[in-house]
């Protein structure tokens, strides 16, 4: 498995859910990021934060044959990350999401915006 057969189920696994606001941070020029990907999205409530969470691991078990190492933050579902090893997925509410901006922690990182489906 490649990452970007696993960043791509990823995403497909967001978009199954109406995930907004996806984009996928490339690291992998960086030494000591400890990971290769985030793949970062937002959702409306607690509710669709562990839809698209839920929808993710599904469609990456799938697609992907992959499973999270870890995943944090369902109980509250503000903030969902999951571990893939070389991938992190960040799924996040708007307010923590902007709060945070880890997409832009990485100056120099190439992030590449996927478009909304509607």
Not at 9 to 15: D, N
Not at 18 to 39: E, H, M, P, R
Not at 81 to 105: G, K, N, S, T, W
Request: glycine share 4%; net charge negative; charged share 25%.
């Amino acid at each position: 498995m490649t990452d970007n057969i696993l960043v791509r189920s990823i995403v497909e696994g967001m978009q199954e859910k109406k995930a907004k606001k996806i984009v996928v941070v490339d690291l992998t020029k960086f030494q000591n990021s400890g990971c290769s990907y985030f793949v970062i999205c937002e959702g409306d409530s607690n509710t669709h934060v562990g839809s698209i969470s839920r929808s993710i691991k599904s469609y990456v078990r799938e697609h992907a044959k992959s499973r999270p190492a870890a995943i944090d933050g369902l109980l509250n579902a503000e903030w969902v990350a999951m571990d893939y090893m070389q991938v992190i997925v960040h799924v996040f509410q708007r307010e923590p999401r902007a709060f945070y901006d880890i997409e832009h922690l990485w100056a120099d990182a190439d992030i590449t915006e996927v478009p909304d489906l509607d």
